[in-house]
């Protein structure tokens, strides 16, 4: 189903780009990039970066490998290199694109299946992984791919959803959806929720092979404009054939609806919708 999403995901990226390197610090700061680069040391930092879709995580992470790695005397690429990759090669086609035209000289595209990865046992110093692993046909496969491709004492931090109920956005989404489309998120075939359990995630970390595994759980909400219909991006990003089929009154319609089962998370005029998601920890043993 990704390889038909591609086209919605490249026309959001941009705009989107902002808003994800807010939350992604989060994940980011679980992988403890920093301790990882004074271990690897002269043979340079490596980091998979796990469904990247169209950039994000992987830009954030190179750039600030690129930073702290830039001490005047050399090029940081040579030093600290991030893997970008997808399974879907269209999504790899746009995101070497927007690398290229962003100027991200430390980081390289590789289409890959997270359950079958095409790289060496022990070659990865860290993985990160934002909000994709709970679309797999097997995730824990794919859990035990990250941890089979990581050196030992190598990181790895997953973004997840929480629960449907700690996202207002998704539910009052599958709602409309399903109720204007005869489409939710099951419909679709889109478990979003897979790793919303807290302690079966964690469980499910530890089957695949690592230690010291930790579950955050962070609630941000933005404030948004009342009459921008935030709600766009991701509808588009999760379901955009089927809204390709829509007529312009049901999309209409879709967005009025939207509006008013999202209108109790108004004030002053802005939206103030939280999200709800975890960051899933571990090192490899």
């Known amino acids: 189903m990704w390889h038909h999403l591609s086209s919605d995901w490249l026309n959001w990226a941009d705009q989107l780009a902002p808003a994800a ?16 680069a004074r271990a690897a040391d002269e043979r340079g930092l490596t980091v998979l970066d796990l469904a990247s879709g169209v950039g994000e995580p992987a830009f ?12 005047g005397d050399g090029d940081p690429a040579l030093h600290c290199q991030v893997i970008a990759s ?4 269209s999504m790899c086609a746009g995101l070497a694109e927007r690398a290229g035209a962003e100027g991200i000289g430390n980081l390289s595209v590789v289409a890959a299946d997270m359950e079958k990865l095409p790289f060496g046992t022990g070659t990865m110093d860290a993985i990160s992984c934002r909000f994709g692993v709970m679309f797999c046909h097997d995730p824990d496969a794919a859990l035990g791919e990250a941890s089979r ?3 030992s004492g190598g990181r790895a931090a997953f973004m997840l ?6 996202n207002p956005l998704f539910a009052a989404m599958d709602g409309v959806l399903g109720n204007m489309l005869g489409t939710g998120f099951a419909d679709a075939g889109l478990d979003l929720f897979g790793f919303a359990d807290p302690t079966s995630a964690t469980a499910r970390m530890a089957r695949a092979g690592f230690g010291d595994v930790t579950l955050t759980t962070h609630n941000p909400a933005g404030r948004i404009p009342e009459r921008a219909a935030f709600w766009k991006p991701q509808m588009e990003m999760l379901f955009g054939p089927q809204l390709r089929k829509a007529s312009d009154a049901e999309r209409g319609a879709i967005d009025a609806a939207m509006f008013e089962a999202l209108r109790p998370y108004v004030t002053d ?17």
């Open 21 to 36: 390197q807010k939350i992604n610090r989060h994940l980011i700061d679980a992988l403890d990039l920093p301790t990882l």
């Open 60 to 71: 954030g992470i190179a750039q600030m490998l690129a930073d702290a790695g830039d001490n």
């Open 86 to 89: 997808d399974i879907v090669p």
């Open 149 to 151: 491709v990581l050196r």
């Open 161 to 166: 959803w929480a629960p449907l109920v700690d």
């Open 269 to 285: 005029g802005h939206f103030q919708v939280p999200i709800c998601f975890h960051v899933l920890a571990g090192v490899k043993g």
